[in-house]
């Protein structure tokens, strides 16, 4: 043993790292990362989306809105009937007012079911509606 420290255990010479600060840090990075993440919402089909050269994207469009070749039209992952899509639309812009609508059509959907969705949204109170389509 070192003198000055004749009084001291083998024991408590060795160093010790105590890690439950850093646990408490991982825990607070990890509840900060899942409150804060965007989720990404699907529209539950896939979509041939017409070409563009022109396109853009959306940075907050939440409300997604697919319209299959079949002219279906699906929002969350569910089927929704055409006389249901302004209440749907409703809903998820109760629940994030700054979203925006965009529908992803089908290079073979009808512009019917396209207008008649476009009709729904406007009617819902969403003025801010986008056609998605293929960049180029």
């Known amino acids: 043993m070192r003198r000055g420290f004749s009084n ?8 010790e790292i105590d890690i439950t600060p850093m646990l408490d840090v991982v825990f607070i990075m990890l509840i900060f990362f ?11 089909i896939e979509v041939n989306r017409p ?5 853009s ?6 409300i997604l809105i697919a319209i299959s070749d079949t002219n279906e039209i699906w929002i969350d992952k569910r089927r929704v009937d055409e006389s249901q899509v302004r209440a749907n639309i ?9 979203g925006t609508v965009v529908i992803q ?15 729904a ?10 056609l998605s389509t293929q960049e180029r």
């Open 90 to 98: 409703e809903r998820m812009h109760a629940e994030n007012p700054q």
């Open 8 to 15: 001291l255990t083998p024991q408590a010479e060795e160093g």
């Open 51 to 55: 070409d563009a050269s022109t396109s």
């Open 121 to 130: 949204a406007r009617a819902a109170g969403v003025y801010d509606v986008s």
């Open 57 to 62: 994207a959306k940075p907050r469009a939440n």
């Open 105 to 119: 059509a089908d290079q073979e959907a009808r512009t019917k079911t396209l207008v008649a969705v476009m009709d």
């Open 34 to 44: 899942i409150v804060t993440a965007s989720f990404v919402k699907e529209t539950g």
